[in-house]
Nanobody, 123 residues
Framework: QAHLVESGGGSVQSGGSLRLACVAS????????MAWFRQAPGNEREGVAA???????SYTPSVSGRFTISQDNAKNTLYLEMNSLKPEDTAMYYC?????????????????WGQGTQVTVAS
């Protein structure tokens, strides 16, 4: 059984930075889609950044240029570097891996999820 464990969340001021990490066990990252999602209270879970099996990286427009997704295969870890954070980035952030073969940005496609890490950005 695969497990994903996120860390790195916290509270920062607007304009600050955080680096999230997602350590995987029981699954090898990189063989399928990997992604970061986020969910704010009252909102649906949305895709933030994803890496396709061929290595193509995609971002949702609101974070493009501020967030960077990356992976360390040796550590079986997925990262999300978040810079120039804004209050609207406040949410629970989840990593996800291994899809049913569909879009890397579709919540319903993923088989494995982490427990989430909270990111709070104060104005």
């Amino acid at each position: 059984q695969a497990h994903l464990v996120e860390s790195g969340g916290g509270s920062v001021q607007s304009g600050g930075s955080l680096r999230l990490a997602c350590v995987a066990s029981g699954i090898t990252l990189g063989s399928d889609c990997m992604a970061w999602f986020r969910q704010a209270p009252g909102n649906e879970r949305e895709g933030v950044a994803a890496i396709d099996p061929d290595g193509t990286i995609s971002y949702t427009p609101s974070v493009s240029g501020r967030f960077t997704i990356s992976q360390d295969n040796a550590k079986n870890t997925l990262y999300l570097e978040m810079n120039s954070l804004k209050p609207e980035d406040t949410a629970m952030y989840y990593c996800a891996a291994d899809t049913h073969g569909g879009s890397c940005f579709e919540v319903a496609e993923y088989n494995y999820w982490g427990q989430g890490t909270q990111v709070t950005v104060a104005s």
